[in-house]
């Protein structure tokens, strides 16, 4: 089946620095990524789509100053948390949707920051 | 609005024993749907889905689902749990170019 691989799988970061997160879609191409964010023992909450080569389109209440995301090419999206802080802290989750709209899943970057 | 719905929050079942999680969905035409599972601490895989065709679909690790559009239904079920099966279990469709859509999740303990 398609793989997805997300890099780091743990980070722990200090209040005000940035962190960038990857989402790498391994045996298939993906127009599209997604951006996923989840609390403890609750559903996913979308945080935006991004298309390759274009801006990320982002969920209301989400800041889109904040959470940077960068799709340069078929297999790579990257988020990056700007000036980070605890609030911030959370499940990252991404996911990549292959030609035939089936969406895969990384396997999460649990973010903590002091 | 569409929605999927997933009415237990919380199910309990005895390894070996059979399983039936229940989801419905709120839509006028029929949805591709999904049901991923989530281990603690992991991302989301996937089980199976159902586009069209046979509403019998079979997944991996021997779980299957049966779409009834009757009841606006996609029950998961598999027939013999095993240990290994405790995790959080959801539902989701997705309908033309919409967004993925998400229930509420099942959690799954598996006793002895």
């Given amino acids: 089946g398609a793989v997805v691989s997300q890099h780091p799988s743990r980070v722990i970061c200090k209040s005000g620095t940035s962190v960038k997160i990857e989402c790498r879609?391994?045996?298939?191409q993906a127009t599209t990524m997604f951006w996923y964010r989840q609390f403890p023992k609750q559903?996913?909450?979308?945080?935006?789509?991004?298309?390759?080569g274009?801006?990320?389109?982002?969920?209301?209440?989400?800041?889109k100053d904040k959470f940077l995301i960068n799709h340069a090419s078929l297999t790579l999206s990257t988020l990056t948390v700007t000036s980070a802080h605890p609030e911030d802290s959370s499940f990252y989750?991404?996911?990549?949707?292959?030609?035939?709209?089936?969406?895969?899943?990384?396997?999460?970057?649990?973010?903590?920051?002091? | 609005a569409q929605s999927v719905t997933q009415p237990d929050i919380h199910i309990t079942v005895s390894e070996g024993?059979?399983?039936?999680?229940?989801?419905?969905?709120?839509?006028g035409a029929t949805p591709y749907l999904f049901w991923y599972v989530q281990s603690p601490g992991q991302g989301l895989q996937l089980l199976l889905k159902y586009f069209s065709g046979d509403t019998l679909v079979q997944g991996i690790k021997g779980f299957e689902a049966e779409f009834k559009r009757s009841q606006s239904s996609f029950n998961l079920r598999k027939p013999s749990v095993h240990w290994s099966d405790a995790a959080e279990y959801f539902c989701a469709y997705i309908f033309g170019n919409e967004k993925l859509t998400f229930g509420t999740g099942t959690r799954l303990t598996i006793i002895p």
């Fill in chain 1, 25 to 28: 879609s391994l045996d298939f």
């Fill in chain 2, 17 to 27: 024993a059979s399983l039936e999680l229940r989801c419905n969905y709120s839509y």
């Fill in chain 1, 54 to 63: 274009s801006k990320a389109t982002y969920e209301q209440g989400v800041e």
């Fill in chain 1, 43 to 52: 559903s996913l909450m979308l945080m935006a789509t991004s298309n390759e």
């Fill in chain 1, 93 to 114: 989750i991404c996911s990549a949707r292959e030609g035939g709209g089936t969406q895969y899943f990384g396997p999460g970057t649990r973010l903590t920051v002091l």
